[in-house]
């Protein structure tokens, strides 16, 4: 079936594709890319469609009478804390980092943290408690209309040849030297990915959408 717009229908047909996908990728060990592939439009269209500058709304849905739920509801979510929203259970914070790494960010094994400390290392920073929603989403959004994506082993090395366990988003410090990494276990982030879309599905901007997508 022909979908009515693209941008519109994205949550739903991202959810089914996770579905009904997921376990191919994962008998063809294609899971990390096809995550991948899933989290892009699921993170970068929502944000982009209602993206401000300078304090104003920068696309025209946020203009749109019957889009406003959808664009309000989201701007109040950017406040809360991730790890509330998207996690709810302390324990599980394990499963993601947030850190800043001032410098070498082009060789994953040498990445220190301001406590001198890798990442994912024991002893290391994990700022992701502290963290609202909009700085994670701005840093997975950034990470991935930048291809700056690294596929990381247990240890936190990048190991061609070697099982995935962890995916970093890298993107930059907004005007500081230190890059924003956030760091999340690949089953963490599929799960995450199909709760963010379940957020968005709540919403009916279809036609909302219909004269500005």
Known sequence: MTPERFCTEVPQRMLRLLDVMYPIAQEQDLTTSFTLMMAMPLLMIPLERTATKGGKPANAISDVDTAQPFVQALHKLKCDLFWEVFLGNP???HR???TEIARRIDHPSQWRDSLDQHPMRSG?????????VE???????HALAHGNVVYLNDEGEEAPG???THMAFVADGRGTDAYRV?????VAFVEFLKAWADWLARYNIDSSLRRVA
């Open 91 to 93: 324990e599980l914070l």
């Open 96 to 98: 993601w980092r947030f």
């Open 124 to 132: 290391a920073r994990n700022d992701i408690k502290k963290q609202t």
């Open 135 to 141: 700085n994670v989403l701005l840093t997975l959004r």
């Open 162 to 164: 070697r099982r995935v």
């Open 182 to 186: 956030v760091i999340a276990e690949e």
